[in-house]
């Protein structure tokens, strides 16, 4: 995380992070205003703070309250030297909680990160530079010379990863790495955002640290490409009038008599989804973005795939209907393309499956063998108490998409993931890399639990949650002992 401090007056700072500003002073008795609290106190706040935060999630995720339970911490200063220090956090527990829980509270005192850095031993570098924002992606870059290939990228890793923040320096932007996450071997997810604008973050995930940082600077272009981050925004009165709004080869067509829809918009098949009824009107597909109703309809060419034909699409109906789904990014055109059409095939397979309450089939164990380190990340999982169950969810070997879901025994939540790509291989390590994307195991215990409530299942928002994070409420039968489909071993990679 980038933190940019300002010098105030005296000996007052200001440090300013995300959209918060933090402001520190020093005592009377050290010539400062005593206005604030100084940096020390901050950190030795954020110990304590962080320490409780650990206990509340503790106590959140077992339904224990939390308003009897007191925290303090008190540093113990070695008078030959002051930076040797100890810590020492208390915590006053009520007489109604179980020993159980006392020794986990006070396990997950443990699991302070703020402790956890202190005891690992962080390293300072200070050096002086010319400007704070040069060299922008350094820390994106990895250290090694190696050369990884995987399969469904046309490039290096090492090398995606420099094109890609070249590619983000170039145009001014500063990368920053929030968070990293591997809680089971082979399972990497991280958090990156731009340090001038947190709006601006995408996650990745992959079966190492190299993967994982190439899907997230893979999705942080293909959304910037999109205009995905600022797509519920209006963009201002500047760009609504500039010569164009989204794309230099958009088009703008005004609606025809009676509000009617413009002739050169959509083709027949597409109007048979989007107004079927007749009920569509021109002023419904005014770009919202740019809000310049005088300009007509904001139109995006796409290129129908059948006959190479240009349909021009209104943006309002990409942004209103598709959101993020379909966008990708690659090393070349076909990389792009096959993973935005994986993507599109992912979301529809696992709508049909949670839709029309299906049962799965399972993959056979000497199917997974032939994929080592993914046995070992559901190993990970299964040694944690989690159990998981690996499905074939190619709809009978039709469709490029595989399911790792994971139940937790204790809350009764589960989990489904859905991953999708031409090889089976790259499918299912999406599948398990989709499930722990940026969750810790205490994460895992908000899980819903299934139902056999068919209209909770069909409710626009459960489709919603699955299309987030996967985290939407799944059907009892997709347990089911009999599965609506046989298992093929399937492979589309051509």
Known sequence: MEIK??????????????????????????????????P?????????????????????????????????????????????????????????????????????????????????????????????????????????????????????LEQTIANMSGILADLGMKIEIASWRNIVPNVWSLHIRDAQSNLCFTNGKGATKESALASALGEFIERLNCNFFYNDQFWGEDIASAEFV????????????????????L?????????????????HLYDTNSGNTLRGICSLPFVRQSDGETV???SNLIENLYLSNGMSAGNTLAEA???????????????????????????????????????????????????VLVKDASLGGEFPVMCVTLMNPR????FASFGAHPSLEVALERSLTEL????????????????????ALTEPNNFVEHFIDSSGVVSWRFFGATPDFEFVEWDFSG
Not at 14 to 38: L, M, W
Not at 255 to 262: H, N, S, W
Not at 411 to 414: A, C, E, L, N, S
Request: glycine share 6%; hydrophobic share 35%.
């Open 411 to 414: 809350t009764g939540g589960v």
């Open 5 to 38: 401090v300002n010098f105030l007056d005296n000996l007052r700072l200001e440090a300013k992070f995300d959209d918060f500003t933090v402001i520190a002073d020093q005592p009377i008795r050290y010539k400062g205003d005593g206005s604030a609290p100084g």
């Open 312 to 314: 021009y699409f209104p």
């Open 436 to 455: 722990l994307q940026g969750r810790s195991f205490e994460g895992l215990n908000d899980l819903p639990q299934p139902t056999f409530d068919s209209l």
């Open 337 to 387: 393309q096959v993973q935005c059409l994986s993507e599109i095939f992912e979301r529809a397979v696992k709508r049909e499956i949670l839709e029309g309450e299906l049962c799965l089939p399972d993959v056979p164990q000497e199917v997974l063998a032939k994929y080592p380190g993914i046995v070992a990340g559901i190993q990970g999982l299964e040694e944690q108490g989690f159990p």
């Open 246 to 265: 989204h794309y230099p080869n958009e088009r703008w067509f005004k609606p025809g008599p009676k509000d009617a829809l413009p002739e050169e918009i």
């Open 40 to 156: 020390f106190d901050y950190f030795l706040a954020s110990s304590a703070l962080c320490a409780a935060y650990f206990v509340k999630l503790y106590c959140q995720t077992r339904d224990i309250p939390t308003e009897n339970i007191r925290l303090s911490q008190n540093n113990i200063v070695d008078p030959e030297n002051r930076y040797a220090q100890i810590f020492k956090i208390q915590v006053e527990l009520p007489a109604d909680i179980s020993e159980k829980d006392r020794l986990g509270i006070l396990r997950s005192i443990d699991r302070c990160t703020v402790k956890k850095v202190v005891q690992q031993g962080p390293e300072f570098i200070i050096e002086e530079v010319e400007n704070l924002d040069a060299d922008a992606q350094a820390l994106l870059m990895p250290v090694s010379d190696t050369t990884t290939y995987i399969p469904g990228k046309d490039l290096p």
């Open 267 to 283: 083709d027949e098949h597409c109007l048979a989804i989007y107004n079927p009824d007749g009920e569509l009107r021109g002023s």
